[in-house]
């Protein structure tokens, strides 16, 4: 139960961004969404309106790329699942942009340990 909870609160706070602005233009012929799971992967997807190239990107804190797809102008959806476990915690950045504009969405890994708690169980036993 707590390994549950402690998993739910740390996929709470990997996906909540850490300056709660998203930026979006509102001509963009597609919409991007990004979510945090409790398996430490994060999951993306793009739908697009209308056939044009997308790219994604990840960024550290430094603003160094750490990963990058192309999304191809044929492909009007397309999810991915991105395997996190391995980077450091810190403040990440997702770009989804096109020649149109770009969407940014802030991720915040944060990694919180796993505790186990401690129990004694008494059982009494019937007196003979």
Do not use: W
């Amino acid at each position: 139960m707590l390994n549950l909870l402690s998993n739910l609160i740390c996929t709470a706070l990997l996906s909540v961004p850490t300056n709660g602005e998203t930026t979006a233009p509102k001509a963009l012929s597609f919409g991007a969404s990004a979510y945090v799971t409790s398996q430490n992967h994060i999951r993306v997807a793009v739908e697009k309106s209308a056939p044009a190239s997308v790219v994604l990107l990840l960024r550290n804190s430094k603003k160094q790329i750490i990963f990058r797809e192309t999304i191809s102008k044929k492909e009007l959806k397309y999810a991915a699942r991105l395997d996190v476990q391995n980077l450091e915690d810190g403040a990440y950045e997702l770009e989804f942009k096109s020649a149109e504009g770009a969407i940014r969405k802030q991720v915040n890994l944060v990694t919180k340990p796993v505790t186990t708690p401690t129990r004694m169980v008494v059982m009494n036993a019937p007196a003979e």
